[in-house]
């Protein structure tokens, strides 16, 4: 992140785009003077302007850019038997250990906040980042921010069972519904189902399909908004580039 001058009045606004990798100082200038960059919610034309990376919301063409480089934000595959906390008094794997492992070479791990808890037999894609304000949205079930699960269960899979499910399905603690359902392939006896929705309460999926005779042997999250799990390997971190940590802010409204 560019340092304050020693004015203190700022860093010019070309200087902190170029780097944060958006463009060259050149081609951030342009950016500027067509009027396709926004600071705090202001469009910018005039050169000169200086602002604080640590402070400022920059957008260009509408997309939130990374200014902080103190700021972290990851992909995790869980993998089944891990417990979704950051430490556990019995012993137990946790995706903790996965964090302190990546942050072996830091001084001192992150803290980190987890997006969307997995219970302990379930794997797939969690997000870990330092930004609280966008982990607290991401969770909020105001924002709706959708996440897609493969789950395997047992067949054959009744025909309207989607349509029950996008209609709504009663629940101990409220009713759920789903955003889609899919049937994505079948083996023998068993089923493999796309489910999308924006729920987050716990155990959702699984309580939802056995709900309807159709209990989870396997889950996986494969996708939380834009963010998707991919080839990602089981037990593994990574970065989110730029343009998937810009897609996370712009579904929260940030």
């Known amino acids: 992140m560019p340092e304050l001058?020693?004015?203190?009045?700022?860093?010019?606004?070309?200087?902190?785009?170029?780097?944060?990798?958006?463009?060259?100082?050149?081609k951030a200038e342009e950016l500027i003077r067509a009027g396709r960059v926004k600071v705090d919610g202001v469009t910018v034309r005039e050169m000169g302007v200086r602002i604080d990376p640590a402070n400022a919301v920059v957008h260009v063409d509408g997309d939130r850019v990374v200014l902080r480089?103190?700021?972290?934000?990851?992909?995790?595959?869980?993998?089944?038997?891990?417990?979704?906390?950051?430490?556990?008094?019995?012993g137990r794997p946790t995706i903790g250990d996965l964090v302190r492992q990546w942050a072996r070479d830091a001084d001192e791990p992150p803290r980190?906040?987890?997006?969307?808890?997995?219970?302990m037999d379930s794997e797939?894609?969690?997000?870990?980042?330092n930004d609280g304000e966008l982990a607290h949205r991401l969770t909020h079930p105001s924002y709706g921010v959708s996440k897609t699960?493969?789950?395997?269960?047992?067949?054959?899979?009744p025909r309207d069972l989607g349509r029950r499910l996008r209609a709504g399905i009663?629940?101990?603690?409220?009713?759920?519904?789903v955003d889609s359902f899919e049937v994505v392939d079948v083996l023998g006896g068993r089923a493999v189902v796309e489910v999308v929705l924006h729920e987050g309460r716990k155990h959702i999926v699984r309580r939802l399909l056995a709900e309807v005779g159709h209990?989870?042997?396997?889950?996986?999250r494969t996708r939380i908004g834009d963010v998707q799990l991919?080839?990602?390997?089981p037990g593994t971190l990574r970065r989110l580039n730029p343009v998937e940590i810009s897609l996370l802010y712009k579904s929260v409204g940030l």
């Open 215 to 220: 209990p989870v042997s396997r889950l996986v």
């Open 69 to 90: 480089d103190d700021q972290i934000y990851l992909a995790l595959n869980k993998m089944p038997g891990m417990l979704s906390t950051m430490s556990d008094d019995r």
């Open 124 to 129: 797939g894609l969690l997000l870990l980042t």
């Open 170 to 177: 009663e629940l101990e603690d409220g009713p759920v519904k």
């Open 112 to 119: 980190l906040f987890h997006v969307g808890r997995l219970d």
């Open 230 to 233: 991919g080839h990602q390997r």
């Open 149 to 157: 699960y493969m789950a395997e269960i047992p067949g054959p899979v």
């Open 5 to 26: 001058d020693d004015d203190g009045d700022g860093v010019r606004l070309q200087k902190v785009l170029a780097a944060a990798g958006v463009a060259s100082r050149r």
